[in-house]
């Protein structure tokens, strides 16, 4: 399943927007101009990461300051213990698509790096 | 240096143990922590965990499997710090051991304040161990009427957390308006108005008197002469630092354990972190405890660079304070110090709704921010405190 999401320009740098999916995922366009696609839950409670302070490639949950890793889905420190899922993202025509994988949420996450595949569109 | 002896195995402790290793430090490392428990997390102690809704192993802090090749002395107390010789210290322990450290990290957190008269009576409480969070659970699953003395911020989430459960609560408060300290007065008593709205009874500018029973709790004495009945009781006076152990070490010692801005006390090798720490806050020209859980999680990173570095180095300016409170549903956030502030105005949403953004200004500088409910702004302005803190001091 491809879910459009929006349009890259309209996603500027340094901001995150939520995909109202079930369960929701939040999409970061980094500084440095990547697109990643994350659970937008914490796993720790009920916080929506897409609200977080995004820095580099971290995002820090805007309740209790674990960072995840949004390459990876890996969480750095408490309270949060476990990682988020990572979806794959597709930029094509200028537009963000996000690929959910289909895991259930809280199973063991994929090997570093496998699950995050930008392909370079026209932004 | 070859061993560091930790003070206080709690959040503070852990963090500094963490970063430790993750700053390189491969040497002895004794954590000691006078609780018979691994370090847990407290503020769920007020909320989930008090309300039924989680267990104990959900309050752990450790990772599973996580292994800091450290020495753990738990149950222990220690009872003096002996700073004599400048590249080794001495913490004694109240079985009589004591541990030989080249540097101290203390993280000795705060004790609650009680009433005084108040022992010895069933069914009145304190909050802050894991302990105190397994008594009072058991209290308030009976039910019944609970008078809650004192408005600041463990007193409202014990308030919302027991109306949530259904008890007829009550909430004492001897200041004319609650949490004016952390959040100013207007901001205290809006953000107050969450116990009318919830069914909970407020009362300010009255003092307890006295506590009566026979055995158990029967009512609380207020000073204007009213009369409260009370099944239980939980007493939410604030905390003092838990310092004491440390008389006669040379330590400075004011409101907390005297540090500079990273954490370094008045003595070489020793740092002091997390509730127990006041550290010189160059935002506001003075020293500060900060008795929050984010700056318990951050700081030690900082303290354990001065440490290693042995007082060379500057370490980075850790960021404006931060807290959150949760209560009656509504999620409260803050960053930043407002005792000098001399505006504070609503910027986005309504007061009136309790879900609204709030900007403490100094001479037109923003110097906090204060937020209810929506983490999306709240987030957004205390990074541009961050940034506008650390143009100032760096
Ligand atoms: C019920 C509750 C709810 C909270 N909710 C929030 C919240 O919502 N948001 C927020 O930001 N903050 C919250 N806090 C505050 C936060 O938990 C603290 O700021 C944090 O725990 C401080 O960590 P610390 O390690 O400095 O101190 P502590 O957690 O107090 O740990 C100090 C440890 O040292 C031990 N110790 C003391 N003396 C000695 C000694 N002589 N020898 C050996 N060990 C000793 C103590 O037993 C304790 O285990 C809450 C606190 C409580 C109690
Ligand atoms: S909700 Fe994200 S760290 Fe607590």
Known sequence: MKIPVCRLADLPRGEACRLDSDPPIAVFHTED?????????????????????????????????????????????????????????????????????DAPTGLPRQPPGAAVHRVEGRA | MKT????????????????????????RLVLIGDEPHRPY??????????????????????????????VWELGARAVGLDTGSRAEHHVRLADGRSVRAHGIVIATGAAPRTLPGSGGLDGVHVL??????????????????????????????????????????????????????PLGR???????????????????????????????????????????????VVVGVGARPCTDWLAGSGLDLAD????????????????????????????????????????????????????????????????????????????????GHCAHADSVTVEEGAAADRSFLAVYRSAGRPVAVLGLDPPRPFTRWRRRLAGAGSRTTG
């Open chain 1, 33 to 101: 101009g990547e697109v990643y696609a994350i659970d937008d839950t914490c796993t720790h409670q009920d916080a929506s990461l897409s609200d977080g302070w995004l820095e580099g490639c971290e995002v820090e949950c805007p309740l209790h300051a674990s960072k995840f890793d949004l390459r990876t889905g890996a969480v750095d420190s408490p309270p949060a213990k476990r990682p988020v899922r990572t979806h794959q993202v597709l930029v094509e025509e200028g537009t963000v698509y996000v690929l959910p994988q």
């Open chain 2, 4 to 27: 560091v002896a930790v003070v206080g195995a709690s959040l503070a402790g852990l963090s500094a143990a963490r970063s430790l290793r993750e700053q390189g430090y491969d040497g």
């Open chain 2, 41 to 70: 997390d407290r503020p769920p102690l007020s909320k989930e965990f008090l309300a039924g809704e989680i267990d104990e192993d959900a309050l752990a802090l450790e990772a599973e499997g996580e292994d800091l090749a450290a």
């Open chain 2, 128 to 181: 802050r161990s894991l302990d105190d969070a397994r008594a009072l659970r058991a209290d308030l699953a009976r039910g019944g009427r609970l008078v809650v003395v004192g408005a600041g911020f463990i007193g409202a989430e014990v308030a919302s957390t027991a109306r949530r459960l259904g008890l007829d609560v009550t909430v004492v408060e001897a200041a004319p308006t609650p949490l004016a300290g």
């Open chain 2, 186 to 232: 207007e901001m205290g008593s809006l953000v107050s108005r969450l116990h009318a709205d919830h069914g909970v009874r407020l009362l300010c500018g009255t003092g307890v008197r006295a506590l009566a029973g026979r055995g158990r709790v029967e009512a609380v004495l207020l000073g204007d002469g009213r009369r409260l009945a009370a099944d239980t």
């Open chain 2, 256 to 335: 907390g354990v005297r540090c500079d801005a990273a954490g370094r006390t008045n003595v070489p090798g020793v740092v002091a972190v997390g509730d127990c720490a006041a550290w010189y806050e160059p935002a506001i020209g003075a020293h500060r405890r900060v008795e929050h859980w984010t700056g318990a999680r951050e700081r030690p990173a900082a303290a354990v660079a001065a440490l290693l570095c042995g007082g060379r180095g500057v370490p980075q300016a850790p960021r404006p304070p931060y807290f959150w409170s949760d209560q009656y549903g509504t999620r409260i956030q803050f960053a």
